[in-house]
Antibody, heavy 121, light 110 residues
Framework: QVQLQESGPGLVRPSETLSLTCPVS?????????WGWMRQPPGKGLEWIGS???????YYTPSLKSRVTISVDTSKNQFSLKLSSVTAADTAVYYC??????????????WGQGNLVTVSS | QSVLTQPPSVSGAPGQRVTISCTGS?????????VHWYQHFPGTAPKLLIY???NRPSGVPDRFSGSKSGTSASLAITGLQAEDEADYYC??????????FGGGTKLTVL
């Protein structure tokens, strides 16, 4: 059974870097699939952050591209999110997920439970 | 403001049929990208409900169905049940090379 679970601090100070990891159990990341991150600010809808293939190619949403880095560590079978220069607007529940494609359109078939990250001093 | 537009809320009585619309543009749904739907109970992991416009993953009841036409898509739920009360999100891809979501629709079972 494949499982994903976000891990990281629940509180980040403004202007610092938010860092989350997503260990994957029950499946080897190096076998394939894309792996992605989404977030949901309080009271709002889901927002796509970005996705990465185990070979390194990635997609980032334009509004966050200058601040986001998504990487894969096949030795630890996990992938990570770094979001720099955070502000209160980055407060959200962050989700990691496994992504595959239908035609040319990616979708997420397996999600983590979510990790609430609050940006506050 | 989400790229895809959904009604904030819909409601229906048990046993009824409800539909949730998802409107995009010529740079996403209208560009030929497909639409996927997720069911989300707050505090839990979102669940894939429909992929590729009208395909149900294993385990999803056939009460749930999807369709796509032009720059829009729809999710239909027939035989509404109390357990269907949740938030529903549509998702597609954009020519900016990013995934896009709808703002979400809260389904209330009366």
């Amino acid at each position: 059974q494949v499982q994903l679970q976000e891990s990281g601090p629940g509180l980040v100070r403004p202007s610092e870097t938010l860092s989350l990891t997503c260990p994957v159990s029950g499946y080897s990341i190096s076998r394939g699939y894309y792996w992605g991150w989404m977030r949901q600010p309080p009271g709002k809808g889901l927002e796509w952050i970005g996705s990465i293939y185990h070979g390194g190619s990635n997609y980032y949403t334009p509004s966050l591209k200058s601040r986001v880095t998504i990487s894969v560590d096949t030795s630890k079978n996990q992938f990570s999110l770094k979001l720099s220069s955070v502000t209160a607007a980055d407060t959200a529940v962050y989700y990691c997920a496994r992504s595959t494609y239908y035609g040319s359109t990616p979708y997420f078939d397996l999600w983590g439970q979510g990790n609430l990250v609050t940006v506050s001093s | 403001q989400s790229v895809l537009t959904q009604p904030p809320s819909v409601s229906g009585a048990p046993g009824q049929r409800v539909t949730i619309s998802c409107t995009g543009s010529s740079s996403n749904i209208g560009a030929g990208y497909d639409v996927h739907w997720y069911q989300h109970f707050p505090g839990t992991a979102p669940k894939l409900l429909i992929y590729g416009n009208n395909n149900r993953p294993s385990g999803v009841p056939d009460r749930f169905s999807g369709s796509k036409s032009g720059t829009s898509a729809s999710l239909a739920i027939t035989g509404l049940q109390a357990e269907d009360e949740a938030d529903y999100y549509c998702q597609s891809f954009d020519s900016s090379l990013s995934g896009v979501f709808g703002g979400g629709t809260k389904l209330t079972v009366l």
